[in-house]
């Protein structure tokens, strides 16, 4: 395959448990602070509290916090949209004059989360439709592009815990084709009572801080949030003498057509993946600095991936930064990519957060302390229900 | 986009029957399509020659919509088996929304610790994408993407640029979307009762809309193996009414997406230039968000015949449309896809004959 020409990450903005944008997380996952609580937004009736990681509201700023007429996962996409804009130096009236695309992935954002409209549906009432309308009204991609009156293709990726990822690798694509000037991809999702109970029921989720691929790891633990890429070609970014932050130099996908709920035990769609992204990037696996894994904490997925990592990847350092964030699901693969390009800059992985004894049925370990590192190429990756597996590999702007 | 991506393959289940020849029959006016003022129901029986029964017990109906309309793209390619260069592009709606309201039901009766697992992990949205490339093996890149009225149109979008960038050789693109009790309380109370009358998709004054549910696959690849096909995909647009819009063609067959909604006809009087040819066929399969995968579905069989389909039930329409008779050649240039919604957004597909056919 010829290597595919790079896309531009000329800014960057995210908002999850960590911090309320991409400095402060980061900052915060250095000093390995992580604060899951249980959750808030709702009540349940289960008998543990498994923990959540939430996004505190002092996070958003008061005037996205304050629009009531959209769904929670629609205001964390505007504010991470508000911050990537800021921090690549686009005035919003100045975008409306490009071809802008918005490409956005979730799993809240899209799905009927109508709880209270439907107990009084069931209940024989007449519910009001201001919850249905709010939905209507909350389809991430539309949302951001109607606030921001851009004008140009919209797409919500509903591909569960991959969406972020493949959202990002899917901009990169508009922007290759000439369909956009500037594509704002990324991912948003809320924590809900639906989401909440449906992983407790497939017994994947942890009572106690989650623990990516360490060896005591009972399952994942919930969060929310949102990061937005703003993406663009190279050329055209210098042209407006816009600073680049990274490149996206590859994305690859594949299904491992196996189970809803399980990856493949060989990880045969993770492997597709890999391979594709790297070879649209042009990259040797000697030549990634390290790889920010999906490492969700539940036995499986850490078992797969970590196997498939030090199979195809021996000796690049790895890390799971959920154990910050918690399982951000639709946004998780582009929260990730924002750390993988802070992380690229920096020259530093935060420690493995939850991580403390090796597991001896995954042959290799995260990074428990943090660790310094060397080179101008790192991956992210995102493996979703329904075998979805979708990599990013992501480069240094000076590369 | 720069590469002419070809439909290879058709398959489509809807109120109005199941398979090409149901959807030929539709649109020359034999089949009568959604006449009654319910939801035109969509029949997966014909699942059976196709997939292994017990592979399907525990299938939703949105899944088996989808598999069902992926399987008769597939048998009408002629491709037995698909592999890993082949993609997969499901758009829907409103995803498994029969099944998310069975989940709430199973937490609502017996608390949250009794929470199914079976039906969550049936109701995210990407479950019927997932179902159909386990049953059929398919195991090249898989989305599953949800934009309303525009999700078939953003489905293709993507689609056309995998095969163009070489990412796979074919894609199995689809819209798919499912009624339901609730969709249907939400429709009385939005738009009253469904009208007596039929679905009069071109009349723009009048609420004559009713709900469908369906599901419509295309098998694309690039057109350049001169193998037959049933029309070729030239470029997807979708933008903002009020940006930089191309101009919307006058020489081409245009396919509305006008469905009997008042709120969005207007959109369609504004966009689409005096003295154009319009058709719309919301009297035959419904209103649906996936619903444009129906209308991309129908101009690869109008292509194919090369005449225009019997218009739709008329009662009134803007002056300045002309609908033009069945059997009528259609334009050299082809047929152009119009969606616009009520928000202002839009989305256009143009289409044209294949070479090779």
């Avoid at chain 1, 595919?4 to 309320?20: F, H, L, M, Q």
């Avoid at chain 1, 996004?55 to 959209?70: C, H, S, W």
């Avoid at chain 1, 799905?111 to 389809?139: H, M, Q, V």
């Avoid at chain 2, 949800?146 to 999700?151: D, G, P, T």
């Amino acid at each position: 395959m010829t290597p595919r020409s790079p896309a531009a990450v000329t800014g960057i903005g995210c908002v999850c448990a960590a911090g309320r944008d991409l400095p402060s997380a980061i900052a915060s996952m250095a000093a390995a602070r992580r604060a899951p609580h249980p959750p808030i937004r709702f009540s349940t009736t289960h008998p543990k509290r498994y923990p959540v990681f939430g996004v505190p509201d002092e996070f958003i700023p008061p005037e996205i916090l304050g629009r009531t007429d959209l769904l929670v996962t629609t205001r964390f996409a505007l504010a991470a949209t508000g911050q990537a804009l800021a921090d690549a130096g686009w005035d919003p009236g100045a975008l409306r004059k490009a071809r802008v695309g918005v490409c956005l992935g979730t799993t809240v954002g899209s799905a009927l989360n109508i709880e209270d409209f439907y107990r009084e549906y069931r209940k024989g009432g007449c519910p009001e439709l201001e919850t249905i309308e709010r939905f209507l009204r909350s389809n991430p991609a539309a949302a951001v592009s109607r606030e921001l009156g851009l004008d140009g293709p919209v797409q919500t990726v509903v591909n569960a815990c991959s969406s972020g990822t493949d959202a990002i690798g899917i901009g990169a694509s508009w922007l290759r084709a000439g369909t956009c000037d500037v594509v704002l991809a990324g991912g948003a999702d809320e924590l809900c009572r639906i989401i909440y109970n449906g992983f407790i029921s497939l017994m994947i989720t942890d009572d106690q801080p989650c623990r990516p691929f360490d060896r005591e790891r009972r399952g994942l633990n919930l969060g929310e949030g949102a990061a937005v890429l703003v993406l663009e070609r190279q050329g055209a970014a210098a042209a407006r003498g816009a600073r680049t932050r990274a490149s996206v130099l590859g994305y690859g996908s594949a299904c491992d057509a196996h189970h809803l709920t399980a990856p493949h035990p060989e990880g045969r769609g993770l492997r597709q993946a890999f391979a594709e992204a790297l070879a649209a990037a042009g990259v040797a696996p000697r030549e990634v600095a390290f790889i920010n894994a999906h490492g969700t904490g539940t036995p499986d997925n850490d078992r797969v991936e970590g196997r498939v990592i030090r199979d195809l990847f021996p000796e690049t350092p790895f890390v799971s930064t959920k154990g910050y964030t918690g399982h951000t699901l639709g946004a998780a693969g582009a929260i990730e990519a924002a750390f993988t390009v802070a992380c690229l800059e920096t020259g530093h992985l935060p420690p493995s957060a939850g991580f403390a004894v090796a597991d001896p049925d995954i042959p290799g370990t995260p990074s428990a302390t943090g660790l310094d590192i060397r080179g101008d190429v790192a991956i992210s990756d995102s493996l979703a229900f329904g075998g979805n597996n979708a990599v990013l590999v992501l480069g240094r702007a000076d590369r | 986009m720069s590469a002419r991506i070809a439909i290879r393959g058709i398959g489509v289940v809807g109120g109005f029957g199941t398979g090409v020849e149901a959807l030929r029959d539709a649109l020359a006016g034999t089949e009568s399509g959604a006449g009654g003022p319910g939801c035109p129901r969509a029949n997966t029986d014909a699942l059976a020659g196709f997939v292994d029964r017990k592979a399907l017990r525990r299938m939703d109906a949105i899944s088996r919509l989808a598999i069902l309309g992926a399987c008769l793209a597939l048998q009408d390619a002629g491709i037995e088996r698909p592999d890993e260069r082949t993609g997969v592009v499901v758009s829907t709606g409103y995803g498994p929304s029969s099944t998310t309201l069975a989940f709430l039901d199973s937490f609502i009766d017996s608390g949250d610790p009794c929470s199914s697992p079976t039906l969550f992990s049936s109701s995210v949205h990407n479950a019927p994408a997932a179902n159909l490339s386990t049953l059929l093996g398919v195991t090249g890149p898989n989305l599953s993407v949800s934009q309303f009225e525009l999700s078939a149109s953003t489905a293709l979008l993507t689609a056309t640029l995998w095969l163009e960038e070489g990412r796979v050789d074919r894609v199995l693109v689809g819209g798919v979307d499912e009624y339901g009790d609730v969709l249907g309380y939400c429709w009385k109370r939005f738009f009253g009762e469904p009208v007596e009358t039929p679905c009069l998709p071109l009349d723009t004054r009048r609420q004559t809309a009713r709900p469908g549910e369906g599901s419509a696959f295309l098998l694309l690849e690039r057109e350049s193996d001169g193998r037959r096909c049933g029309g070729v995909i030239q470029s997807v647009r979708m933008g903002r009414t009020g940006g930089e819009m191309p101009p919307i063609p006058a020489d081409r067959l245009l396919i509305l997406g006008a469905d009997g909604h008042r709120r969005c006809a207007g959109a369609y009087e504004r966009l689409v230039p005096r003295g154009s040819s319009v058709t719309s066929f919301g009297h035959l399969w419904g209103s649906f968000p996936a619903a444009t995968a129906f209308d991309a579905a129908a101009a690869a069989v109008l292509l194919q015949t090369g005449l225009t389909p019997a218009p739709p039930p008329v009662s009134d329409h803007p002056e300045s449309w002309r609908v033009p008779a069945a059997g009528e050649p259609l334009p050299d240039a082809g047929i152009g896809l119009l969606r616009a919604t009520a928000g202002g957004e839009y989305a256009l597909t143009l289409m044209s004959k294949c070479h090779s056919s």
